[in-house]
């Protein structure tokens, strides 16, 4: 298929079932055990600096475990697999003293992922598989200070934000993704530059792909780190016409339920979800197995909460396999008609009625 029919595929396949997104990358990583020599490999070994931990850098120089990966969700019933590019840009791999490679590495991830679900489109042509360009964070906030004896500074600006998230998608795209997810948005302000970047190159490049947009809600107060509600952050999204808007990550599902509801109550565009298989505990696992969070999704398939449903941080094939299995028989939520009318957010959301 091409491209254009590949996005066709999607939104006709999100209007007559619950789509299913893969699971944790750096949980299934974790299993290899992969010590600094690993993941340098053969391109990397005389890097000058250490860059064990840098899960992006496996799609140069471990191909092998990523596809192996992005296969077994696959075979788990993934309807979208992400691009191990989570830190892929310029800002965050300049740690390990790879940023000039950040393009490179987004067409390397792009590849792997788009071959793999290729390869299952051909097996199950009934059931297409579709690639999700995966744009997190960054390591650096725009709009909250670092330094707690200068609120004013910044350590990251909108401009430079905007530039790293520009080569990401650039190279996003160019290895041949079908939608981009703008995901784990902790800072507002930082979603903004993405998708102010992402258009830009839509523009530069004649291209269009639908935009998903995923949040974080980073305490039991249901607010972002930069201080917004779900219903706030959907209304500073809402300008870029998402595909999708939707929370990840954050706690596990039975914590996240009241804002993703806040956010299906709100928005005219398809809802998605996939949190951590609960909280991390003390040694920094996760404990929710997958039958027990796919019982806590199944309730909200049920209720008509959700188009699009995976996991986080924690989560598995195995996770995977059995959420798919237990919303299967519920129908996607109905996109609502909402009225027009002045909506306005800061940390609070105002509607002029």
């Keep these: 298929m091409t491209r254009e029919e590949r996005i066709a595929a999607l939104k006709r396949e999100a209007k007559q079932r619950i789509l299913i997104l893969d699971g944790a990358m750096g949980t299934m990583i974790q299993r290899y055990k992969l010590d600094e020599a690993g993941y340098r490999g ?36 993934a309807d979208i697999i992400e691009t191990n590019t989570f830190n892929s840009q310029a800002i965050s791999q300049a740690d390990y003293g790879l940023e000039d490679i950040a393009e490179e590495m987004n067409v390397a991830a792009a590849k792997l992922a788009r071959e793999a679900a290729d390869a299952w489109t051909k097996k199950t042509p009934a059931n297409p598989r579709f690639v999700a360009g995966a744009i997190g964070p960054t390591n650096r906030t725009a709009s909250i200070s670092p330094d707690v004896n200068n609120p004013g500074f910044r350590n990251v600006s909108f401009d430079a934000l905007v530039e790293a998230y520009a080569t990401q998608t650039r190279g996003l795209i160019e290895g041949g993704v079908d939608t981009i997810l703008i995901e784990t948005v902790f800072d507002t302000l930082n979603a903004k530059a993405a ?31 930069s201080g917004q509600t779900p219903e706030a952050f959907w209304y500073s999204m809402q300008h870029l016409e998402p595909f999708s808007i939707g929370l990840n990550c954050s706690f596990g599902a039975e914590q996240l339920r009241s ?65 798919a299995e237990a919303v299967s028989k519920y129908l996607p939520r109905h996109v609502p008609e909402v009225a027009h009318k002045m909506r306005l957010s800061g940390l609070e959301p105002f509607v002029h009625e």
């Design 42 to 77: 053969a391109r990397f070994k005389d890097h000058k600096h250490d860059v064990k931990g840098d899960n992006d850098l496996l799609v140069l120089s471990q191909p092998k475990v990523i596809s192996e990966i992005h296969n077994a969700y696959l075979e788990a019933g």
């Design 259 to 323: 804002s993703v509801a806040d956010i299906a109550a709100a928005a005219d565009t398809l809802v998605s979800v996939y949190p951590n298989a609960g909280l991390p505990n003390e040694m920094g696992g996760y404990d929710e197995s997958p039958e027990f969070m796919a019982g806590l999704l199944e309730e909200w398939a049920k209720d008509g909460l959700i188009n699009i449903v995976g996991g986080c941080c924690g989560t598995t094939p195995d996770h995977i396999r059995a959420i």
């Design 195 to 225: 998708g102010f970047a992402v258009e830009q190159v839509f523009d530069g490049m004649g291209v269009e792909l639908p935009i998903m947009i995923s949040g974080t809600i980073t305490d039991l107060s249901g607010r972002n780190l």
